[in-house]
């Protein structure tokens, strides 16, 4: 019996990474992730707590953009520094039901502040 080629023809086996991603916050599959920082990494640097450590969830790049353009660090850092407290936020809601409507290819521009 001969042993098999590592360097086989064969083609693999689908790999799960191949899959779409889910995002935490709209919840849309989406082809890629992004690591959003619960606590962004500047308020972090501040209390003395390392890049590498921060707690971090997966978001689309709609999501990301849009609570980095809506909300300022220190909100973030404080008061939405959870995945529950980002989904409880009315604003975040609105946009949440808007972008779930939207297809995962298209690019979606968020307003920012007002």
Partial sequence: MARRNSFSTWPEAP???AAALTCALCEREVPELVQH???PII???RKGIKPQDLPTV???PACQQYLHSTFSINELATRLNTLEALQADEQVQKFVKWVR???ATKGVRAKGRE
């Fill in 43 to 45: 308020a972090g640097k």
């Fill in 101 to 103: 409507k939207q297809p």
């Fill in 58 to 60: 997966g978001l689309c």
């Fill in 15 to 17: 790999s799960s990474e």
């Fill in 37 to 39: 920082h619960l606590i």
